[in-house]
């Protein structure tokens, strides 16, 4: 785990363009602006996906902990960014940083302890929170926009675990894996 945690640092420290996505036309303001917002964002669709999957594959309390935990970071952070000043290209980083991690770990196959896992989810989890609530629309109530996030944060991880579960050829998996990461790799070039 001390590489993941290495190269988190050392992307963080890199220039990026934060990769806000808009509300898309014609959806009300409130809980489905809210819930529609990660779904337009592919950076946010596959770390969730992926964090899903992750917890799928190993089964058992990572099920509904690694899912939780970053359900529950995404939401302190989204509380979080409502009242500080942000840094949107150490946000940014982060997110992308995910996507590799998160990608790899799938990809690689890797069985880490429950709490290192928690503890890795957890910390994106901050990062994609912390994202949302820094595009919060003005005109948009922060609680039912927050509450159509989480949900659709949800809703994403449990699809992820449903893939875990139920996709039985190791090597699908791994290869969609490899496939996140390489569009994390991708995001980071994209905004040097």
Known sequence: MKPVFFMITVVCMLPSVAMAHPLLPGIP?????????????????????????????????????????FVAAAGASFGLAMVSVSNPLVIQSGIDVSLVCLGSLIAMNVHARLGRSVMLVFLFGLFHGFSHGVELPFAVPAEVFVLGFLMATALLHVVGILIGRFVRNSTVIQAGGMGIATVGVLFMLMTF
């Open 29 to 69: 303001l409130g809980f489905s602006s809210g819930f529609m917002h990660p779904l337009i964002g592919p950076d946010h669709i596959l770390a969730m996906l992926a964090v899903g999957v992750w917890a799928g594959r190993r089964g058992g309390r990572f099920l509904w902990r690694l899912p939780l935990a």
